[in-house]
């Protein structure tokens, strides 16, 4: 059992959706499904992966604009996991229309995440913890035995998510990152919704934001 990451950057905005799977017994999920959810389903039939899960770090609409393709082209509707402090977020779609764009907002979310819960890909562990400030439900997900963290628009390769949306709080995101980021090992690799990959240490030392 190991985890299979495929990121896919799409969308108006270049949001990166990360297709991740037990490469044991293929199941997969999206993690921010942002756009395209044909190109996405495509990946993952490619490689005969199942996808049974969305995982939300938040609503934004480039996050979650390919969820309905996706859905649509699945036998079973797969599981949507969002924060309930983003749901009024998630009813609007994601706060589209204010940037002009049209987004079908696929299934309602089912499992409504939780600090502290763990979610499970086959036999991997995912924890999720709560990190409000770039949207007030936002969550990353940290796969210790993969050493990797989905970090949304929490924190960026050398920048941070912006706070000046509805909801936006610069405080809360400071905080959330000094705490739920940078109290993991330096190590483990940042993989967030928007720019390259890196890492906490690398965060830590040089994030001109922090
Ligand atoms: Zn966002
Ligand atoms: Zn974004």
Redesign the pocket.
């Known amino acids: 059992m190991s985890l299979e990451i495929v990121p896919l950057t799409l969308g108006p905005v270049f949001t990166n959706a990360y297709l991740v799977a037990d490469g044991g017994s293929g199941e997969a999920a999206v993690i921010d499904p942002a756009w395209d959810g044909g190109t996405i389903l495509a990946e993952a039939r490619r490689r005969g992966w199942q996808i049974r899960q969305l995982w939300y770090t938040?609503a934004?609409f480039?996050?979650i604009g390919g969820a309905a393709e996706i859905a649509a082209g699945l036998d079973t509707a797969p599981l949507v996991a969002l924060h309930p402090e983003d749901r009024p977020l998630w009813q609007v779609r994601g706060g589209a229309m204010l940037f002009g764009f049209k987004i079908e907002p696929g299934p309602a979310p089912g499992i409504a995440l939780e600090h502290g819960q763990f979610l499970q890909l086959g036999g991997l562990e995912f924890e999720v913890r709560h990190t409000p400030g770039?949207?007030p439900g936002h969550c990353i997900f940290h796969c210790a035995a993969a050493g990797a963290l989905f970090s949304?628009?929490l924190i960026f390769q050398g920048s941070v998510?912006r706070t000046d949306l509805p909801g936006g709080d610069w405080q809360s995101l400071v905080e959330s990152i000094r705490e739920q980021v940078f109290t993991l090992p330096d190590g483990i690799r940042i993989l967030s919704?928007h720019g390259g990959e890196t890492s906490v240490g690398v965060e830590k030392r040089t994030n001109p934001f922090l």
């Open positions: 938040h934004h480039d996050h770039h949207t949304g628009d998510g919704g």
